[in-house]
């Protein structure tokens, strides 16, 4: 009985082992397309947004491009918050 505990062990082992590197990939290929569907929505609401002056939305719209993570992080945390500002001279 011992033996048998043992094998399944290391059966189970074995198979944890085997199915590491496919959790692995899946984790990373998630990681990589939530980055992407953010980069791409960040890219979007800054093109759209009126809260923003054309010369801020180019400067945006830069940043986020060359920047990527970077600039797409930081335009979610200090661009995106004037989108509900009116923009000023606007009636």
Do not use: Q
């Amino acid at each position: 009985m011992p033996a048998l505990l043992i094998i399944a062990a290391v059966f189970v082992g074995v198979a944890c082992l085997l199915l590491l590197p496919v959790v692995l990939v899946a984790l990373v290929f998630g990681l990589v397309a939530f980055v992407f569907v953010f980069w791409i929505w960040m890219l979007v609401d800054a093109i759209k947004n009126r809260g923003l002056s054309d010369g801020e939305k180019i400067g945006w719209v830069l940043a986020i491009v060359f920047l990527h993570m970077l600039g797409s992080l930081l335009y979610f945390c200090i661009g995106r918050p004037k989108r509900l500002a009116p923009l000023a001279g606007a009636t």
